[in-house]
């Protein structure tokens, strides 16, 4: 399933609005064969940080097909997709804000390092972003290992707090300064907090149905919102494409700051 909704018919143009009518007042039918107009994908953005990298090495230091639809939403459809080969071992003792952050900074951090100096150029932009699910009790939930593990999982989400969970979603975004100033890159951070309330109608024998789909095998949590998994959901309280993985307009704003505001890191220490 589609990670991306798309609407049934294509907006209008604003040229439209200027077709000439037929006889009877109403639109004139359409040039060409069929009589009728294909899906028209929306104008680019038109913004001076995106426009500054159009063209050039544009990584993105994740595996997620969510999340590079989500950056084609913006845009940024020519990505190279190098995931972080760092194992993702922090201790879940750590509040579930600090284990993202720390975790997407590992990746991009890792991943930068590994491709600053390779061929054709030095990256414009890195970007890496790590998603968990948190109980009310602060118990980090990942992905799941094994069927037995995904069913208990879900049934935690449904059956404690009255079903209400938070996701995190940590974004770094990377970028190397024309300065000689150590280190040598602008980062900038964000964590990004959703409120999700699982469904405690949903039946013992759908989130088995559900789970055997593995639509969420390879998610945290579990589920995956943006397709089948939106039957076990209630409602949610925050920003919709977190929960998928990647907060957008957070993302966007990042990358503004490295690529046209770069700011060098307060702390440098074991970066890179």
């Known amino acids: 399933m589609s990670d991306i909704k798309t609407p049934l018919e294509p907006p209008p143009a604003y040229e439209d609005d200027h077709k000439p009518t037929a006889a ?10 069929t009589g009728a107009r294909g899906p028209r994908a929306p104008l680019p953005l038109n913004l001076p940080a995106l426009n500054m990298i159009k063209g050039k090495r544009i990584i993105l230091a994740s595996a997620s097909p969510r999340r590079r639809q989500l950056l084609a939403q913006i845009g940024l459809t020519n990505l190279e997709i190098h995931p972080s080969p760092l194992p ?21 951090t890792s991943v930068y390092a590994a491709t600053i100096d390779s061929p054709p150029e030095e990256p414009a932009l890195v970007i890496a972003a790590d998603t968990v699910i948190s109980t009310h009790l602060g118990e980090i939930l990942e992905k799941p290992r094994s069927e037995r593990e995904h069913v208990e999982m879900l049934k935690k989400l449904r059956d ?9 979603t940590a974004v770094v975004c990377m970028a190397p300064l024309d300065t000689p100033i150590d280190p040598g890159y602008a980062m900038e951070t964000h ?62 704003q990042m990358i503004e700051k490295v690529v046209i505001e770069p700011s060098v890191p307060q702390e440098v220490d074991n970066v890179l």
């Open 24 to 33: 009877n007042g109403s639109a004139a039918p359409a040039q060409g064969a």
């Open 88 to 108: 993702e071992d922090l201790s879940h003792a750590l509040p579930p804000f600090q284990y993202v952050l720390q975790t997407a900074q590992q990746k991009a």
């Open 160 to 168: 404690e707090s009255g079903g209400w969970h938070k996701v995190y």
């Open 191 to 252: 964590v990004e907090e959703t409120a999700v309330k699982f469904d405690q109608s949903v039946t013992d024998d759908l989130i088995l149905s559900y789970v055997r789909t593995r639509e969420g095998a390879d998610k945290a949590g579990g589920y995956g919102i943006q397709g089948l998994g939106t039957i076990l959901i209630e409602k949610i309280d925050g920003t919709f494409d977190n929960v998928v993985g990647l907060p957008l307009r957070a993302t966007l």
